[in-house]
């Protein structure tokens, strides 16, 4: 029995390591600008909803873009703290700053989708950033997106920031953002077809072309999501339009949570349209368990007896650690995170599940002090 399993685990371990491997070659930051006398012209779109404590470091940081022409506009979603006063006082010294407020939530949308979908109808330039308020740019960030959303013939580019963490379950979870992206999405027939489920972004930092948001039909096409990072860019696909994705770690910063909760109830808010969801949560936790708990837990029970099942499962738990201590070093990302790899990924699997049996009870899902829709299959 524990030779079966140990084979299992291996191949189980081995297919998403081998495609890290192949991944990180095709996962690349984006090339410096051409030079061009051209500056592109760049609106930048901040959905805001009590961000206070964030929005000046990220408005700041996009008004110190070179290389672009840009306007910043902040939409106030119905914040209860002082965001709309922090945004006023640096319009009031920078002209290239607006902030716009919200209209009353629709029914059927979820508040970040409707709040993009508003800054879309403010924004004058033919190219859409939409950027979280939690997200801090390098000067050069926005010259070098817009140059990869050219070189990328895609009309959809997502940009992965690296991730700030401080408490213990920032850094076991945040990092498996990186991870699961470059061990199970196969990036070359990313870039090469338009299947919808190819479709992958980071919901933090999109660039797009305005008309082929519009043909879309932008973010009311995916109104009632909750994680736009996976349904923006399959909602592109279907539409017949390339997308693709690139490492920003140089580029941006962000820090998505700040509490053990605020990654708990943000990542169950996610799972319903990513691994939670009803058709695959079976299949992410038997290729998660399988793949990257089951060698730890093979290895302490043959370990000590050695032979083949020992053999086994030392190999299953290296290739389950190699891309995950990689890509700490990579991504500079939490070495105690990624030694805890297992107990990351129980946790992770954990928090699908949370979610589903909430959706399978019909409670609503709440983020932000509001209750969203449940999205759609």
Known sequence: MLLTLGCVSVGLAALPALLYLRNTRLFRPPPAPSGTAVSPQISVLVPARNEEGAIAACVESVLASTGVEIEVIVLDDHSDDHTAEVVREIARKDLRVRLEVAPPLPAGWCGKQHACFVLSKHARFPILTFLDADVRLAPDALARMA??????????????????????????????????????????????????????????????????????????????????????????????????????????????????????????????????????????????????????????????????????????????????????RRFRQSRLGAVLHPLGIVLLLLIQWYARFRGLLGMPVGWKGRRHPTPAP
């Open 147 to 328: 140059a990869f959303l050219d070189a990328s013939k895609a009309a959809l580019v997502s940009g992965f920031p690296r991730q700030e963490t401080g408490t213990l379950l920032e850094r076991l979870l945040i990092p498996l953002i990186n991870w699961l992206l470059l061990c199970y999405l196969p990036m070359r027939p990313m870039r090469k077809y338009r299947f919808p489920g190819l479709g992958a972004g980071c919901g933090q930092w999109f660039v797009t072309r305005r008309d082929a948001y519009d043909r879309v039909g932008g973010h009311a096409a995916v109104r009632a999501s909750l994680h736009d990072g996976v349904t923006l860019p399959r909602a592109y696909r279907k539409a017949g339009f390339m997308t693709d994705l690139c490492d920003a770690t140089d580029l941006a910063v962000c820090r998505m949570y700040r509490s053990a909760r605020g990654v708990w109830m943000g990542l169950a808010k996610n799972a319903r349209e990513g691994l939670g969801a009803p058709e695959a949560i079976w299949v992410w936790t038997v290729l998660l368990v399988g793949g990257q708990v089951l060698p730890f837990a093979l290895l302490g029970c043959a370990g000590m007896s050695g032979g083949a099942e020992a053999a086994l499962a030392a190999t299953a738990a290296g290739l389950a650690y190699l891309p995950r201590l990689d890509a700490a």
